[in-house]
């Protein structure tokens, strides 16, 4: 019992089961919608879509628990909070559930065959890079605008791997609207991960680097709204190709007024870097991680598929 209440305390604190549920449900939904050709792919059985969905939410569980260990000796010094800083479990238990996280997820491909199984081991080849610091970590470190934009990546490769469960189809049977959409989804993560680290002056912590330190606030937001840009020009070309018969504000609107959203509030907190602004950004940046997803897989469905 007191294994399991270590497990799911760390659960909660760092990566919240429920809310990751809803987001990857939401992630693989509208990645399914876009990656799906009628009359081209044989329709996606349940039980495929229920292992396929089990394995994207298992690769978020373990980039967690490797990022948990890469930045083990700085949250030792700078969040000694955080639950393998303070002790809650051991690296040597941590390292272990990795493990096995990995062994499920390995299994679980493996079940699904060809072609599951390569374009699985792809992503987890690139997530593997990824807790190694693609072997640059010294030299990339530092570089926090280039050290998050490799690692989130990982968004557009899962993107093509829920692809291949759904349409049971190597990349190469995917459509130019689905690659250019996985590569959208790179943006929506810099865009999450631009926004989570940008703060008021007050909230800065002397030793921990972030964006609103490094471009200030002004800074931080163009480099966001550049980002909001290119993900939603990625779609928007999703749209006019794929779905070009419902092209219109229906199905275009929803995902604008979330980016309208995240801009407006983005341009208020460069004006006015103060803690509510600063707050109000980052929850709107996190509310645009669910929602820009959730508009576009709402209107595709509804306007395509229904």
Same mark, same amino acid.
């Given at each position: 019992?007191?294994?399991?209440?270590?497990?799911?305390?760390?659960?909660?604190?760092?990566?919240?089961?429920?809310?990751?549920?809803?987001?990857?449900?939401?992630?693989?939904?509208?990645?399914?919608?876009?990656?799906?050709?009628?009359?081209?792919?044989?329709?996606?059985?349940?039980?495929?879509?229920?292992?396929?969905?089990?394995?994207?939410?298992?690769?978020?569980?373990?980039?967690?628990?490797?990022?948990?260990?890469?930045?083990?000796?700085?949250?030792?010094?700078?969040?000694?909070?955080?639950?393998?800083?303070?002790?809650?479990?051991?690296?040597?238990?941590?390292?272990?559930?990795?493990?096995?996280?990995?062994?499920?997820?390995?299994?679980?491909?493996?079940?699904?065959?060809?072609?599951?199984?390569?374009?699985?081991?792809?992503?987890?080849?690139?997530?593997?890079?990824?807790?190694?610091?693609?072997?640059?970590?010294?030299?990339?470190?530092?570089?926090?605008?280039?050290?998050?934009?490799?690692?989130?990546?990982?968004?557009?490769?899962?993107?093509?791997?829920?692809?291949?469960?759904?349409?049971?189809?190597?990349?190469?049977?995917?459509?130019?609207?689905?690659?250019?959409?996985?590569?959208?989804?790179?943006?929506?993560?810099?865009?999450?991960?631009?926004?989570?680290?940008?703060?008021?002056?007050?909230?800065?912590?002397?030793?921990?680097?972030?964006?609103?330190?490094? /471009?200030? =606030?002004?800074? #931080? !937001?163009? *480099? &966001?709204?550049?980002? +909001?840009? $290119?993900? %939603? @020009?990625?779609?928007?070309?999703?749209?006019?190709?794929?779905?070009?018969?419902?092209?219109?504000?229906?199905? /275009?609107? =929803?995902?604008? #007024? !979330?980016? *309208? &959203?995240?801009?407006? +509030?983005? $341009?208020? %907190? @460069?004006?006015?870097?103060?803690?509510?602004?600063?707050?109000?950004?980052?929850?709107?940046?996190?509310?645009? /991680?669910?929602?820009?997803? #959730?508009?576009?897989?709402?209107?595709?469905?509804?306007?395509?598929?229904?």
């Amino acid at each position: 019992m007191a294994f399991i209440s270590r497990w799911w305390q760390f659960l909660k604190e760092r990566h919240e089961p429920v809310s990751i549920t809803l987001m990857v449900a939401i992630f693989f939904a509208a990645a399914a919608f876009v990656a799906y050709q009628p009359g081209v792919h044989i329709p996606p059985d349940w039980s495929r879509l229920g292992v396929g969905f089990a394995i994207v939410w298992l690769i978020f569980l373990h980039m967690r628990l490797f990022d948990e260990v890469k930045d083990y000796n700085v949250d030792r010094e700078h969040n000694p909070d955080r639950p393998l800083a303070r002790g809650l479990i051991s690296v040597g238990e941590f390292s272990a559930m990795t493990m096995l996280c990995l062994a499920i997820e390995i299994t679980l491909a493996g079940t699904m065959l060809w072609p599951m199984f390569p374009a699985y081991v792809m992503v987890l080849c690139f997530t593997l890079l990824m807790r190694m610091e693609f072997f640059v970590g010294g030299w990339m470190g530092p570089k926090m605008e280039l050290y998050a934009i490799t690692h989130t990546f990982s968004a557009a490769m899962i993107s093509m791997l829920i692809h291949t469960i759904v349409c049971y189809s190597d990349a190469a049977g995917a459509d130019r609207a689905m690659l250019v959409y996985a590569l959208g989804n790179w943006f929506v993560f810099n865009v999450f991960e631009f926004g989570r680290k940008t703060f008021a002056v007050e909230e800065e912590r002397e030793g921990v680097d972030s964006y609103s330190i490094r /471009l200030k =606030p002004i800074g #931080a !937001v163009l *480099l &966001l709204l550049v980002n +909001i840009a $290119l993900a %939603y @020009a990625a779609f928007y070309y999703v749209a006019i190709t794929k779905f070009s018969a419902v092209a219109d504000w229906r199905l /275009l609107g =929803p995902a604008a #007024a !979330v980016s *309208l &959203l995240v801009a407006v +509030i983005g $341009l208020l %907190y @460069a004006n006015k870097p103060v803690l509510a602004n600063a707050k109000l950004y980052r929850g709107v940046v996190t509310f645009y /991680l669910l929602a820009y997803p #959730a508009a576009i897989a709402g209107s595709v469905y509804l306007l395509v598929y229904r």
